[in-house]
Nanobody
Framework: QVQLVESGGGLVQPGGSLGLSCAAS????????MHWYRQAPGKERELVAT????????NYADSVKGRFTISRDNAKNTVYLQMNSLKPEDTAVYYC?????????WGQGTQVTVSS
């Protein structure tokens, strides 16, 4: 079965940094556009970042642009989200999503809490 597993979440102070990983298995990772989403308490799930199949193109939500970086390593079947200068409003469950024309897969999510 197809599997996406996020890791790296945790508690961090405002202004700190955290790196998330999403490891894919049982499908051809390089054929999928990869996304990071997040969902904060009481809020709708929102798109945070997107990366193309080869990693040559990226897009970010305005709220994280300049602070977050999405990257991927197709040889390791992994997509990353490096989060710097974290703010309390970044607190959310972060989800990895893989998209191709024929299929869409979601990870289970990892909690990120930004608090002093």
């Amino acid at each position: 079965q197809v599997q996406l597993v996020e890791s790296g979440g945790g508690l961090v102070q405002p202004g700190g940094s955290l790196g998330l990983s999403c490891a894919a298995s049982r499908f051809t990772f390089s054929t999928y556009i990869m996304h990071w989403y997040r969902q904060a308490p009481g809020k709708e799930r929102e798109l945070v970042a997107t990366i193309s199949r080869t990693g040559g193109s990226t897009n970010y939500a305005d709220s994280v642009k300049g602070r977050f970086t999405i990257s991927r390593d197709n040889a390791k079947n992994t997509v990353y989200l490096q989060m710097n200068s974290l703010k309390p409003e970044d607190t959310a469950v972060y989800y990895c999503k893989a998209v191709a024309s024929w299929a869409t897969y979601w990870g289970q999510g990892t909690q990120v809490t930004v608090s002093s």
